[in-house]
């Protein structure tokens, strides 16, 4: 079959070249792709945003399927459009990607269905929704409702800080109409980790779990970016926590989501924090984790379209998803700069060096030929994923790859998977 994946990130490339290993893929497209996706697959340039010109290019190209990697294209209904022109698509609709879209959404159908998470209020006005921050006890995290890059949520450690994150938000409109709403939640303590389940609208397969790095430096320090690094499987993930949340969240939510009248199709990605009364849900998004599905990808050792298109064709049931029990860590390479300012063009040598260490996979992100060179062409820009029989050894061989790569303008943290190695 013709498929087409949406995207040019880590996670694109790691699904391109995962799919590009089926033996049902006769054809293989990105839109926009980048110069790594360039050698499993044709890329065209197409922004992975414009919904009209993809489903345009799916059209005229006769493609089977297609594959949605990234949320802005989701949450604007490129699932539904290609659903109206007879394309089958992975990814939720319009109505149901809201789980990630809207917090407002996610946190009441949380509420309404007795799924865990943190206490919380929903404003459209700074006002109430400082008054909300006076009166409550705990420490609070203040989050602008809509899509906000990752940016839209402040950690505050006093009241203050809060009722200045509510003016930041809804005053000075940092993130535009994202933030027309905010949510005020509890601040939950605990340690954080990514689940995902493959869901097809009524069945759940969970997939393997994994530890992502937010924080731009080591030692989680630094501002908040869109991941630095991972590891799968998450420790902290045992078989009775898995199975609990399996149970408490996933399930439930499946069902809820049905009952709503937006039943989910895609993978269902839950941040959760494993606190001391369980775990619980942060967020939902609607979509593969970046750089997780790096390493989720490295890991499945079945037929990554089988399952995919199980989860669009309602068979899920009978899927038979088998992994690779060793571990996969990702180490992100950023420009220098990211995830503030960063300079885009820098040339990057020595990758097919690092690609060809036992174990390693060097997944592109932010890059583009210039010429016969490589070139950055975004903040994250490597996603360096090693397999290894422990995370130790992962460690050491995917750090062994990252000083192979000749990339003066690029850093990295060098403590990725410190989680797992302090256990
Ligand atoms: P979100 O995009 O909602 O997951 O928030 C981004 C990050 O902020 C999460 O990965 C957590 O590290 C942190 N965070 C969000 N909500 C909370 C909360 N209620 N309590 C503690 N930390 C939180
Ligand atoms: N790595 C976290 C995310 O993709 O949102």
Redesign the pocket.
Known sequence: MKVLVVGGGGREHALCWAISKSPKCKKLYAAPGNAGIADVAECVDISAEDVKGIVHFAKSEKINFVVIGPEAPLVSGLADELGKAGIKAFGPSAKAAAIEGS?GFMKDLLAKYGIPT?E?GRFNEPDAAKEYITRNEHK??V?ADGLAA?K??I?CHNKNEAYAAIDHIMTERAFGGAGDEVLV?????GE?ASFFALVDGTHAVALASAQ?H?AAFDGDTGP?TGGMGAYSPAPVIDQAMHDKIMKTIIEPTIKGMAEEGCPYKGVLFA?I?ITDQGPKV??FNARFGDPECQALMARMKSDVLDALLACADGTLDKANIQWNKETALVVVMAADGYPGHYEKGSGINNLAAANAIEGVTVFHAGTQTDGDKIVSSGGRVLSITAMGKSVKDAQAIAYKAVDTIDWPEGFCRRDIGWRALDR
């Open positions: 917090k943190a919380y609070v995290v989050k990752g839209g949520v950690l939640e509890e601040f939950m303590e954080e992502d937010k908040n941040g924090m942060l967020e």
